[in-house]
């Protein structure tokens, strides 16, 4: 079955101010569609691939044939990180509750401690690329990976992802990474990261 693009669970402008309406148009329309279209073009190479889901792919990405391995990792990676990106943001961001919050504060010493840590690994990833906070045996920690790369790829739970390929945030904020990753934080949907942690657990 051929894959396709998710339609965005909000309009274009909801996340404003914090990212703005093109850059949204651009990001989800053309980045993430021309991902949906590589990877089916690369499974028609490979018509073994054709029953494996999202998260068969990158879950197995070292099954995959050779002959389509980076095609599958790049684009199926863009298309698994992508959609689970837009499902991560919401108008109106919220805190963290529960027992997500617990988790974040025995990791991290609470929710700044946490963006702090993110922060980092978010602006220290060199050239394009993902931040992540995964999930394992109920604690955290703070990953980041190159490219359309994604911790699933390597067996662990992303519970939440951020995309820093300048495509993401060069519109609006130019060079200044760290500005958009604060800005971030104003839409981040904790209802659905709290979702992941407790499939995590």
Not at 86 to 114: C, N, R, Y
Request: net charge neutral; with cysteine; aromatic share 10%.
């Amino acid at each position: 079955m051929a894959h396709a693009l998710p339609a965005l669970p909000y309009e274009f402008a909801a996340l404003e101010p914090h990212i703005d309406a093109q850059t949204m148009q651009i990001h989800h329309g053309k980045h993430h569609q021309a991902y949906v279209n590589n990877v089916n073009a690369a499974i028609e190479k490979a018509p073994e691939l054709a029953s494996w889901s999202l998260d068969d792919l990158c879950r197995n990405i070292a099954k995959v044939p050779e002959a389509v391995r980076t095609a599958v990792r790049n684009n199926g990676g863009g298309h698994w990180n992508h959609s689970m990106f837009w499902q991560q943001m919401k108008t109106g961001g919220s805190e963290p509750s529960g027992k997500l919050a617990d988790a974040i504060t025995a990791a991290f010493g609470g929710v700044d401690g946490l963006k702090e840590k993110f922060a980092a690994a978010a602006a220290g990833r060199f050239g394009s690329g993902w931040a992540w906070v995964v999930a394992s045996g109920g604690k955290l920690s703070i990953e980041s990976t190159p490219n359309q790369d994604n911790p699933l790829m390597e067996g662990k739970n992303a519970i939440l992802g951020l995309d820093v390929w300048e495509h993401a945030y060069y519109l609006k904020y130019q060079n200044r990474r760290p500005d958009y990753v604060a800005a971030w934080w104003n839409v981040v949907n904790w209802d659905d990261v709290a979702a992941r942690y407790a499939a995590a657990r």
